[in-house]
């Protein structure tokens, strides 16, 4: 986007908004930082530039968005990225009963694999960083410990804030989330190819001489 934050941030945003009807946006869209619905968050429009402001009451985030642009254009004008590991270890309460949801690679390659399966009940005790998958869960099942993908996950009881901001994240995770894992891995191939490149080029030299 042209704009800097400081004219976005002085631009007004008090033109009609069309009414947002589901098919407008796309199912997983949700705010950017708390993976609120889509639907819940408040729009405003500057039609003269052409862009969206939205606003997200749940994290207080707003952010602007370029009309019929794709959605990964944003400049963000309040909030700041999530430390989600952090950010559920102090806001869900522990333990909590959570149902599987999905099924684990394991469960289906390991024929002595006896941890939680796909529609299991198990209880969460603590979530912690994953580089490989974002977040992780210590679970209990029957008396045995077991590490499982948050994700795979929902929590038993409806009515609770914990299952509220457990689908909160695994929405933003679908949208937003990039693993550390495959960052870590596109790193090292660039460096390998670096490395190559260096190596052929110190060969040739070696052959002109
Ligand atoms: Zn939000």
């Known amino acids: 986007m042209k704009l800097s ?9 008090d033109d009609t908004v069309d009414p947002q009807e589901p098919g407008d946006y796309d199912e997983e869209d949700c705010c950017g930082i708390c993976g609120n619905k889509f639907e819940n968050l408040k729009i405003s429009r500057n039609a ?14 707003i952010f ?11 400049v963000l004008l309040q909030g700041e990225a999530r ?26 390659f390991d024929p002595d694999y006896d941890g939680p399966s796909l529609y299991d009940t198990v209880k969460v005790l603590e979530v912690f960083y994953s ?7 210590l679970v209990r099942k029957s008396r045995r410990t077991y590490q499982q993908i948050l994700c795979f996950m929902e929590a038993a009881d409806y009515d609770t804030r914990n299952y509220d901001e457990l689908e909160n994240y695994k929405r933003w995770r679908e949208k937003y989330w990039l ?21 052929a080029k110190e060969a040739k030299l070696k052959q002109e001489k």
């Not at 934050?5 to 945003?13: A, D, G, S, T, V």
């Not at 003269?48 to 985030?61: D, F, T």
């Open 131 to 137: 580089m490989k998958y974002g977040v992780e869960a």
């Open 179 to 199: 693993s550390d894992f495959l960052v870590a891995l596109v790193e090292a191939r660039k460096e390998a190819k670096k490395e190559a490149r260096k190596e």
């Open 48 to 61: 003269k530039e052409q862009l969206y402001k939205y606003e997200c009451a749940n994290c207080g985030a």
């Open 83 to 108: 430390n989600w590991p952090e950010y559920l270890l102090e806001t869900l309460k522990f333990p909590f009963n959570a149902n599987i949801i999905e099924s684990n690679d394991r469960e289906f």
């Open 5 to 13: 934050k400081e004219k976005l941030r002085k631009m007004n945003f």
């Open 64 to 74: 602007v968005t370029p009309e019929n642009s794709a959605k990964t254009e944003r």
